[in-house]
């Protein structure tokens, strides 16, 4: 019978990483445990044996990226935590009104220097937009909710409905750009006083608020990087919710990362240790959705922008660390799962395994045709 250690190798030597080797992307195994968790656990094996430093990768962005893009995932099998969480997923919601609020006590209220230190400035979570030229962090963000605007035909006096506003960097520049009024929801306590705090003067309304229970009318919605904690068996809500407050005259602009595979579970890593109750939708999920509901005025992928995002947080954070800003208030241990959420990510995106989504959709259709920005 094949050993665990035996079977991983194999794996990675399909994607030309291997145990011990001289290459960035190679495996340094520290502790022979990490084989049999793998075997038994898959990607959460994985993921648990650099938590606990049995393994390490001097380039991990790399290492995924080669992984990813042999399909190592996919030769590997099934393992009992994917199956656990699909039939979780099939039992229950668990992205319940009850449960909205889990990701943002766990992830989202998270000592706010940590991620003032990752994202920057402008406290934007989620992926820059380099198609306009940009070349650093700060110029993609600016392009991103720049482009937002524009896709969604944003007048001054209109009144936009932010599903998921963060930290309230999107709000205020659509504000202070674009002159529009902005009602923001969050579902996390610190991103809302921070971002009442952000946008103080601004004609921007910041409500702690699970998006089901919003009832107001406006004239253009948005969601950037929400829908992923909105799960499937809420995806018809919330696209209902969607219709019914949005003017027939409005657009609506979906902003998602999404994945190439229709699934009903999160991966079980990211589910644990990052995203509570995380579901990336595919396109065939989203489309089931939207039909007898809107017209597809436009789709846009640039997935591929988020490796850049990534590299640069990553960058970010390693530096607040090395710099001792953050080295007192967060652990060796949580070190480790954030450079592996951060570096893991960047080299899916880089291996096209997960995409960045941009939907405008209408009602009614357009009247003439949607003109897309870009």
Not at 82 to 97: E, H, I, K, P, R
Not at 292 to 301: A, I, K, M, Q, T
Not at 305 to 321: G, P, Q
Request: proline letters at 4%; glycine letters at 10%; hydrophobic letters at 40%.
């Amino acid at each position: 019978m094949q050993t665990a250690e035996h079977w991983f190798q194999s794996l990675l030597a399909s994607a030309g990483i291997f145990l011990n080797g001289p290459q960035p992307c190679d495996i340094r195994v520290k502790t022979p445990a990490m084989f049999n968790l793998i075997r038994w656990q898959g990607t959460l094996g994985l993921g648990n044996s650099y938590l606990y430093g049995w393994w390490d990768c001097p380039s991990l962005d790399d290492l995924f990226y080669r992984l990813l893009k042999a399909d190592i995932d996919r030769k590997a099998g099934i393992f009992l935590p994917q199956l656990l969480g699909t039939g979780m997923a099939y039992l229950a919601n668990l992205q319940s009104v009850g449960r909205a609020f889990e990701v943002g006590k766990r992830h989202y209220d998270l000592d706010e220097d940590l991620f003032r230190s990752m994202l920057g400035d402008k406290m934007t979570y989620s992926c820059g937009y380099l198609h306009s030229g940009a070349s650093t962090l700060d110029d993609a963000q600016f392009a991103k909710h720049d482009l937002i605007c524009r896709k969604l035909h944003l007048q001054p006096g209109c009144t936009l409905l932010e599903i998921g506003c963060g930290w309230g960097s999107f709000a205020r520049f659509a504000a202070e750009n674009y002159g529009v009024r902005v009602i923001g929801l969050t579902i996390s306590e610190h991103q809302a006083r921070y971002a009442r705090a952000r946008c103080d003067g601004l004609p921007v309304e910041i409500l702690l608020e699970d998006y089901r229970t919003y009832t107001g009318q406006v004239d253009a919605i948005v969601s950037v990087g929400m829908f992923e904690h909105v799960g499937v068996k809420n995806y018809s809500t919330f696209f209902d919710l969607i219709r019914r407050c949005l003017r027939p005259e409005g657009l609506f602009l979906l902003h998602t990362i999404g994945s190439l595979r229709t699934e009903i579970a999160g991966e079980p890593w990211m589910s644990t240790h990052i995203f509570p109750n995380g579901k990336l939708p595919s396109l065939r999920q989203i489309a089931t959705e939207v039909e007898g509901r809107f017209v597809v005025e436009d789709l846009h992928n640039f997935g591929a922008d988020y490796d850049f995002t990534l590299m640069a947080w990553s960058k970010n954070f390693r530096a607040s660390i090395e710099r001792g800003t953050l080295a007192k208030r967060f652990d060796e241990r949580f070190q480790r799962m954030w450079q592996y959420y951060l570096l893991s990510c960047a080299g899916a995106f880089r291996a096209r395994a997960l995409q960045v989504w941009q939907l405008v959709l209408s009602p009614n259709g357009v009247p003439g045709g949607y003109e897309p920005a870009r």
